[in-house]
DNA sequence: ATACCTGCAAACAATTTGCACAAAC
DNA sequence: GTTTGTGCAAATTGTTTGCAGGTAT
């Protein structure tokens, strides 16, 4: 059982566990845990559904005093993006937001209403990669998968 | 069988076709067969490869003489997008791109080394989506997919 | 001590908008 | 003739970069 063991079945990230691997990650990596760097890292944890660079600048300009500059937002983002502890979320007609995430490989159910994401993993696609791959001669290695619907709550209102 | 039935195989959009496809549904929906918008079309029927409204912008800026403006750039790409007639192509690495595609149900396949892109329909994804449905209760209306990978001429580099 | 990080401000890039004029039907 | 579309330039908005100084290890 691994530290970020998530989805087995499917379910919305652990903002804790989340917080913890990516710090624990950052150590293993040598990244200094630094002020800034850990109040952007919370500031996501918080999010239930996909933000922008903008929006989590924003959200941290919103606490008073804070001084954290659009470069570091930008330079964490991109790192933690890289690393796969962000997933970009294709919404249809909005642009792309992040999500926090853990690295492999994971796919999201997205509700188009409230916008919170369920990361699950097994998508069943070995079949149809074998067919495509037969059909065209590529050598498929990888995919995105995202689903969108209605979340429990939404679908009623 | 209809006018533009693609992708029973999975095949590259002809550029042809699809150049008569769209003009016959800009006249349906009595959109005017301008200039300007005519020669946008012709130059993002002669793209393989996904490309950015300011790649698509700079294509046009290179005959000499050519006056269309960016407005009418990003207004053609948007009309075409939200009808379905340009698929948005989400490279791993890189930022998005379009490719010509035709409305529906339409998957994408594309090679992470020259950029090709090939349709396809069936994604056999039913009972993934029956289970997802089930644990967390979503009901499930339309989802996103693409496969990477390297296509015939490419995997032999 | 010494990397590595930071905020800032300016540069750069991408996209949208207002509007007077032009073209299609 | 009227409605729809167009180019232009300016305004927005989003992202990257260079650098002097700060801070975690």
Redesign the interface.
């Given at each position: 059982m691994s530290t970020h063991d998530v989805a087995q079945?499917?379910a919305r990230v652990d903002p804790s566990s989340w917080m913890q691997a990516v710090q624990g990650a950052w150590q293993a990596g040598g990244l200094r845990a630094t002020g800034p760097r850990l109040r952007v890292l919370q500031t996501i944890s918080r999010y239930r559904v996909p933000f922008s660079a903008e929006d989590l600048y924003a959200a941290l300009k919103a606490r008073r005093d804070d001084r954290t500059g659009r470069a570091t937002v930008y330079r964490t983002l991109e790192q933690l993006h890289s690393a796969g502890w962000l997933a970009?979320i294709?919404q249809?007609g909005s642009e792309?937001g992040y999500v926090p995430s853990f690295p492999g490989h994971l796919h999201h159910?997205v509700?188009?209403s409230c916008g919170v994401v369920?990361a699950?993993e097994?998508?069943?696609?070995d079949?149809?990669?074998a067919r495509?791959?037969a059909?065209?001669?590529?050598?498929?290695?990888?995919?995105?998968?995202?689903?969108?619907?209605?979340?429990?709550m939404c679908?009623d209102c």
């Open positions: 079945q499917p970009r294709h249809q792309a159910l509700c188009t369920i699950f097994g998508c069943a696609l079949e149809l990669v495509l791959a059909q065209t001669s590529f050598a498929i290695e990888s995919h995105l998968l995202q689903l969108y619907g209605r979340c429990a679908r």
